[in-house]
Each structure stands twice: as C-alpha cells, then as structure tokens.
C-alpha cells in the first residue's frame, strides 16, 4: 500500500488557493457531511474545542470519504500531542500560538521522524495504515504539512525569521488571538487589526511561503484572498448549524 499524498501540502506549495471550513463540533457525521461539500480542506480544532484523540480517530475516518484534507489543530505546540494526531493518520498540522523560529522548529521536529526530527517510530498505527505501507517510517516525513499561527504582535515582529524555518508549509494569521495581543480583543476588524493582517500577508506573499487565515465574512475572504492569502477557512461548523438553527427558529416564531 502507498502512503497517502498530501494534496493540500503540494497545492498551497504551488500556491493553489485551498478554501477550508473549521470544524468544532467533535462529530464523524458532521466531519463526514464537511468533507463531501466541497471543501479542499477542513480544521478539526483541539485547542478551542473538546476534541481528543479517540473522538478525532473517527472524524478522520469519516472524513476520509470525502475531498477534504484533514488539518489538525493540537492544543498546543507539544511534540507529545503531534506525535498522536499523526500516528491516527492526520498529516497536516496547524500549530498556535508560534512567536519565535525556534517554536517553529520546535513543531516540525515533532512532525518528523529521526534524523530529520524526533517523532516517536511506530509502524503499526493508523497512519501507516497498520503497518501496509512498505516503509512507511522512512517515507512519511515527505508527506507532512506543518502550518504554524501567527498570532501575537511579538510574533509578527519575528515573522520572516518563522516562515524561513526549513519545514514550515504556511503561515496561519490567527485573527481573533492577534486583535487581543494588539489591544483590540473581539475587534477583528479594528483598522490597526486589519493592517497588520495585510501587512503579514503581504510580507509572507513576498517570502514565497503561502497565508492563511479563518473568516465567517465572505467580504472580508475575498479581501483577504487580494492580499495575498492561499488557504482561508470561510466558516465554521458550529457557525453553520448556529446561524441556521436561529434564522429557522426566527421564520417560524414571526409567523405568530
Ligand atoms: O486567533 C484566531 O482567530 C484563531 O486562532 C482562530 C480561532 O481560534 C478559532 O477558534 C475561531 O475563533
């Protein structure tokens, strides 16, 4: 059996814009339902949502029928906790709260196997398709995709020096986390916010090395996709089902 290529990784690699939905609600259906929309990728996110290893397994798995590359989002840049998002089969990786080269290093030795990096070797997991691909330990580093955030003030200072990082796929601005560390918390769209989202994209556009980023705001996607942004999430499960539920409930309570 042959390790799995990673579309997405070669795609924003040649800078082929990959549009994405968040997903946060813990469900093989609902990963299920995202994964066969259309999307060329979808986050299932541990660090802001009860996500664990046994419950990611089946949304990986449910996935798995649809076009959607599964990204995953550790809860925190801990080399521990990559090991088992990849050995259930994810191979691409977005990883929070980066604010120095040496954190993004951090994360892609985690993603790599001796001697390029320090994953643990295990043959036998789901990601090597219980030990049905021919080598899988010596191949599989090729195949990782390693997107780290970029959400600080402090780490947009130091920008350039994370996105050179040798292994570093992409550079994800995370909106929210950034208008906090910039004074401006909840106000994704304060003017000061704003520019620093352009001014990093435009820095990482010029680096070669593909943005990223999440709004629920098809105005602001499409000014951010302007600036420069390669892989943008246009939504989130939890916004989908949320929205609908209280436009529905809304028809039906207007008709008295
Ligand atoms: O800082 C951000 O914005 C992100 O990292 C995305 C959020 O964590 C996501 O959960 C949406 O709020």
Known sequence: MQNKRNAFKHAIAAGTRQIGLWSSLCSNIGAEIIAESGFDWILFDTEHSPNEVPGLVAQLQAAQSGTATPIVRPAWNDPVIIKRILDIGAQTILVP????????????????????????????SRAARYGRVKDYLKIANREICVLVQVETAGALERLEEIAAVPGVDGVFIGPSDLAASLGHVGELNHPEVQMAIEDAMRRLTRLGKPPGILTASETDAQRYIEWGAVFIAVGSDVGLLARGADALARSFSALG
């Open 97 to 124: 709260f980066v604010e120095t080269a040496e954190e993004a290093a951090k994360a892609v030795a985690a993603t790599r196997y001796p001697p390029e990096g320090i994953r643990g070797t295990s043959g036998s």
